[in-house]
Every structure is written in C-alpha cells, then in structure tokens.
C-alpha cells in the first residue's frame, strides 16, 4: 500500500509541474512579442514623423529646433539672429555687448547645417535623448573694427566705474586679531589678456552665439591674467609654518615697580621676512627697538630741579647720573632670543588656541642689565630718580659745597672750581660720586700731582681733593677766575677729609 501511494504521488507531480512551466512560457512569449510590437510601433513612428524633421530634444548654438522641418529651424536661426549682438559677462560684473552692425557682422548657415541633420537621423534616437549641437555658421566681420571695439572697452581698458585690478598672490600676513601668521588668499583680480578675449569672442561670433560668460575659469583658464602664487601652493604652507615659529614669542623685561617690558609677535613680525625656505631677520629694525627701549628708560642726561641749600629750587641739565641700560648687552639679549628655537608642540597649542597659558610656554624672560643705576624708579616721573634728603651740592657762583643729610645742610665748606676757560672749567650736570681713594696722582699734560682724599665726580677726572697749593687764607668767591683748577673741586685739606668721610658711593651730586 505504500508502495503504490508513493507512486501515485510521483505520477500525480509529474503531472502538475508539466503544465505549470507550459503556461509561465506562454506568458512571457506574448509580454515580449508585444514589446517588440511597441518598441518596432514606436521606430516606426519615430521614423516616420521624424523623416523631415529635427528629433524631440534637439537645439543647435542654444536654439530650440526640435520637431521643425530643415527649412523651418533655418529660417529660426536666421530670425534669432537677425540683429546680432553678443553679451559678454567679465568678472566684476564687466559687461560688453558686441552689436553685430558695429563691425559689420554677416551670417549665413552653411552646408554643414544639413549635413549635421543626416547624422542625427542616420543614428537611433530616443524620446529621452538631448541633443545640444554645437556648429559653426558661415560668418564675416571686420577684424579691425572687432580689435578696437574690444580693446576700447572697460573689460580691457578699465574706466572709473569699472577700475582694472590685477591679480595679487597668496600670500602670508600677521593678524593682529588672531595674533598669528595666517594665510591671506589670491586676488584673481581682473586684468584681461586681450589676445585671449579676442580669440573667444571670434569663436562665440562664428558660432553665432548670443551670450559669452568668461568668468568661467574651466572653460577659459588663461583668459585672465593669473596670481603667481595660490593659497594652496606648498611653498606658501612651508612660509606660513616657518614665520610663526619665527615669530610667536613673547621677550620680557621685568622692569621693577610692576612695570614690564616686552616685545612681541606683532613687532617680530614687522622683523622678520620668509625666502627661499629661510627667515630673515632685519637686524637694523631690532636694534632700532632696543635703542627706543633704552632710551624709554634712561634718565641719564634729563633736566632735574633740585631744592638748592637756601631752599630756592635750581634746574640741573646734563651729566651722567641716573638710570641707562647696557644698549650693547641688551641688544645681544634681544637678537638671542628672538632666533632661539621654541618647542613646535608649544607654537602649534598658542595657534589653535593663544590663551594665557599658552602665551605662557612662548615667553622669554631676560635680565635688565644697566650700564648705570640711580637711587630709586619712578615711572610716572623718570627724572625722580634720586634721594632728595640726600645729595651733594656745588654752586661754582657761590664757590660752596652743600652735604645735605635728611632734608638739611649737613656739611658746607669753601671751594676753588676750575679756571672758567676752555679745558678747565668745572662740568655742570647731574653727576654721581665713583670713587674714593685714600691717595691718587693727579696728571695732566703739565703736572703729576699726588693728593689724598681723592673723590671722583666724573669720569673724565673731576672730583674733590685737598689743594694745599691754594691761598685759602685769602679765599674769596672769585679766586677760582683767576687760580682755578684744571676742572676738579679744590678744597682745604681738613674740609677735604670732611667730604672724603661724608660722601656716599653712587651718591647723587648737583654741580650748578
């Protein structure tokens, strides 16, 4: 029994799938037969429909032609066309419009008109198809009238509405704002090469084209006169690179009384020049800086006015008292670190983000070394620089030296000042004692005299010093005109030991 229903099934599939594939077959047979029906309706349609006309989808130069007869899209070129002219679109929004009667424009459509319509309905064409064509008419006009119209006009000449800019390279420039070197991009500006604009307007006018846009660079790439240099240009990268790690840092100078001094990225920049992979540095602009720097905090030289012993105020010009800094050393100090090499990693962090931090990491701080120092700072009056309880007083008028200790005199005694001619007389200023020396040779071009109690006031070999030589019995205030010294301060010898005792190193001294 299971052996026939086993049977009976087989024969029973069997039976079944040899009439399904039977009808599946038969289906797709009528659904391609009637494609093919469609398909062959639709060539034959097409081709006849078509036989003397433009297919669907079809313009030449920019005009619609589609379905007309080869008479008829003739007579539409010939219509578009009829009083000719050209727009052409520069950049700016330079505008030019070429008028077909100004150089005498002639247009006629060639054989190849006919011969382009063979073509199209030699090849199979469907409904979806675009056909733009492009062709070439029989055209004349006058070259020269075409050269100078061309040549004359604002797109070429310029005009002052419409200014001719030329094109400017990338290039890297600090930013104040960013406080970084950044890259600033290419001007293409929009200087014509007038060949060029010649050469694409013979090919819009024989192809009889309405409308010519030039500022498409894909299609006219050397119409316009280039930037030499772009803002993707590897060279212009290695300059960006090379002058910020140049010029980001920060050179501080702690000046006292909370005032500082520094130079930074924004002056470094005015500094520094990118060529050929190298920075160069302007050596005559830093020391330039320096100086002024110097000169910012020098007091040496200023007129002071000092509270004179009768409490009378005088005015002291020159002299070398007060404060200078070391120009030759801090130059050196400066140019040091300006070319010192600063960690990348800490550059590249100030650039993304030039926080405090930061600007931390970039700063170089330098010593202030001074050639010459005074008593105190006073940076909302510089010439407040020394100790005004405290000082020396010489009044060459009154031939008097003033120790003045606390606000008072202290001290006075007598004094012969140098001879009042050339090379003798005593120097006037701001001055600041030096040295004292218990013996020293006094020398000259005529003398070699040994004193004791020597005190330098000058460099150039002023100072206090006993003068046993002197008729200070018969002293007066005008001895010095006629027995005056070679410049120094004459005293008597036990006045002299007063001043040796009394007087301070560095301490200021007013010769008046």
């Given at each position: 029994?299971?052996?026939?229903?086993?049977?009976?099934?087989?024969?029973?599939?069997?039976?079944?799938?040899?009439?399904?594939?039977?009808?599946?077959?038969?289906?797709?047979?009528?659904?391609?037969?009637?494609?093919?029906?469609?398909?062959?309706?639709?060539?034959?349609?097409?081709?006849?429909?078509y036989k003397n006309r433009w297919y669907k989808n079809t313009s030449i130069n920019g005009v619609d032609v589609s379905g007309q007869t080869l008479e008829k899209s003739k007579e539409k070129l010939l219509q578009v066309h009829d009083g000719y002219a050209l727009a052409i679109k520069g950049r700016d929004n330079g505008r030019l419009t070429i008028d077909g009667d100004a150089i005498d424009y002639q247009f006629d459509i060639n054989s190849d008109f006919e011969k382009l319509f063979k073509e199209q309905h030699n090849k199979f064409h469907l409904f979806t198809s675009k056909n733009n064509y492009t062709l070439e008419y029989s055209v004349s006009y006058d070259g020269t009238k075409l050269s100078e119209l061309v040549n004359e006009s604002d797109l070429v000449a310029g005009s002052d509405s419409y200014p001719i800019v030329k094109p400017q390279s990338a290039s890297v420039s600090?930013?104040?704002?960013?406080?970084?070197?950044?890259?600033?991009?290419?001007?293409?500006?929009?200087?014509?090469?007038?060949?060029?604009?010649?050469?694409?307007?013979?090919?819009?006018?024989?192809?009889?084209?309405?409308?010519?846009?030039?500022?498409?660079?894909?299609?006219?790439?050397?119409?316009?006169?280039?930037?030499?240099?772009?803002?993707?240009?590897?060279?212009?990268?290695?300059?960006?690179?090379?002058?910020?790690?140049?010029?980001?840092?920060?050179?501080?100078?702690?000046?006292?009384?909370?005032?500082?001094?520094?130079?930074?990225?924004?002056?470094?920049?005015?500094?520094?020049?990118?060529?050929?992979?190298?920075?160069?540095?302007d050596n005559d602009a830093i020391a330039d800086w320096v100086e002024n720097f110097c000169l910012k905090y020098k007091t040496v030289g200023k007129t002071r006015t000092i509270k004179s012993h009768n409490k009378k105020p005088v005015k002291i010009y020159g002299g070398d008292y007060g404060w200078q800094l070391d120009y030759e050393k801090t130059l050196a100090q400066a140019k040091k670190a300006i070319k010192v090499d600063i960690d990348k990693e800490a550059t590249e962090n100030y650039i993304n983000n030039p926080n405090n931090e930061n600007r931390k990491a970039l700063t170089?701080?330098?010593?202030?070394?001074?050639?010459?120092?005074?008593?105190?700072?006073?940076?909302?009056?510089?010439?407040?620089?020394?100790?005004?309880?405290?000082?020396?007083?010489?009044?060459?008028?009154?031939?008097?030296?003033?120790?003045?200790?606390?606000?008072?005199?202290?001290?006075?005694?007598?004094?012969?000042?140098?001879?009042?001619?050339?090379?003798?007389?005593?120097?006037?200023?701001?001055?600041?004692?030096?040295?004292?020396?218990?013996?020293?040779?006094?020398?000259?071009?005529?003398?070699?005299?040994?004193?004791?109690?020597?005190?330098?006031?000058?460099?150039?070999?002023?100072?206090?010093?006993?003068?046993?030589?002197?008729?200070?019995?018969?002293w007066t205030k005008d001895l010095y005109k006629t027995r005056g010294s070679h410049g120094c301060i004459n005293l008597a010898v036990a006045d002299a030991a007063r001043i040796y005792k009394m007087s301070k190193y560095r301490e200021a001294t007013f010769i008046h």
């Amino acid at each position: 029994m299971k052996a026939r229903n086993k049977t009976a099934e087989t024969l029973e599939t069997k039976k079944t799938s040899g009439k399904k594939p039977s009808k599946v077959f038969t289906a797709l047979g009528i659904t391609l037969a009637a494609a093919v029906l469609i398909v062959a309706g639709v060539i034959f349609y097409q081709k006849a429909h078509y036989k003397n006309r433009w297919y669907k989808n079809t313009s030449i130069n920019g005009v619609d032609v589609s379905g007309q007869t080869l008479e008829k899209s003739k007579e539409k070129l010939l219509q578009v066309h009829d009083g000719y002219a050209l727009a052409i679109k520069g950049r700016d929004n330079g505008r030019l419009t070429i008028d077909g009667d100004a150089i005498d424009y002639q247009f006629d459509i060639n054989s190849d008109f006919e011969k382009l319509f063979k073509e199209q309905h030699n090849k199979f064409h469907l409904f979806t198809s675009k056909n733009n064509y492009t062709l070439e008419y029989s055209v004349s006009y006058d070259g020269t009238k075409l050269s100078e119209l061309v040549n004359e006009s604002d797109l070429v000449a310029g005009s002052d509405s419409y200014p001719i800019v030329k094109p400017q390279s990338a290039s890297v420039s600090y930013d104040e704002t960013k406080q970084q070197y950044v890259c600033v991009d290419e001007v293409p500006g929009n200087k014509i090469i007038p060949d060029a604009l010649l050469d694409a307007i013979t090919d819009a006018l024989t192809k009889a084209q309405t409308n010519l846009d030039i500022t498409d660079d894909k299609k006219y790439p050397e119409l316009y006169k280039n930037p030499k240099i772009k803002s993707d240009d590897a060279e212009l990268q290695t300059a960006l690179s090379l002058s910020n790690s140049a010029a980001l840092r920060y050179i501080v100078w702690n000046m006292g009384e909370g005032v500082k001094e520094q130079i930074t990225p924004a002056e470094i920049s005015q500094w520094i020049t990118y060529k050929n992979g190298r920075i160069k540095y302007d050596n005559d602009a830093i020391a330039d800086w320096v100086e002024n720097f110097c000169l910012k905090y020098k007091t040496v030289g200023k007129t002071r006015t000092i509270k004179s012993h009768n409490k009378k105020p005088v005015k002291i010009y020159g002299g070398d008292y007060g404060w200078q800094l070391d120009y030759e050393k801090t130059l050196a100090q400066a140019k040091k670190a300006i070319k010192v090499d600063i960690d990348k990693e800490a550059t590249e962090n100030y650039i993304n983000n030039p926080n405090n931090e930061n600007r931390k990491a970039l700063t170089i701080k330098r010593k202030v070394i001074y050639a010459n120092t005074a008593f105190r700072k006073d940076y909302k009056n510089f010439i407040n620089d020394w100790d005004p309880e405290n000082y020396i007083e010489i009044s060459i008028k009154e031939q008097k030296v003033y120790v003045i200790r606390n606000g008072k005199v202290a001290f006075s005694c007598r004094c012969i000042t140098g001879l009042p001619v050339e090379g003798r007389s005593t120097p006037t200023g701001a001055f600041f004692i030096k040295e004292h020396r218990e013996a020293y040779t006094l020398t000259g071009a005529d003398y070699s005299t040994p004193v004791t109690n020597w005190v330098r006031i000058t460099w150039t070999g002023t100072g206090f010093h006993p003068a046993t030589w002197q008729p200070w019995s018969r002293w007066t205030k005008d001895l010095y005109k006629t027995r005056g010294s070679h410049g120094c301060i004459n005293l008597a010898v036990a006045d002299a030991a007063r001043i040796y005792k009394m007087s301070k190193y560095r301490e200021a001294t007013f010769i008046h």
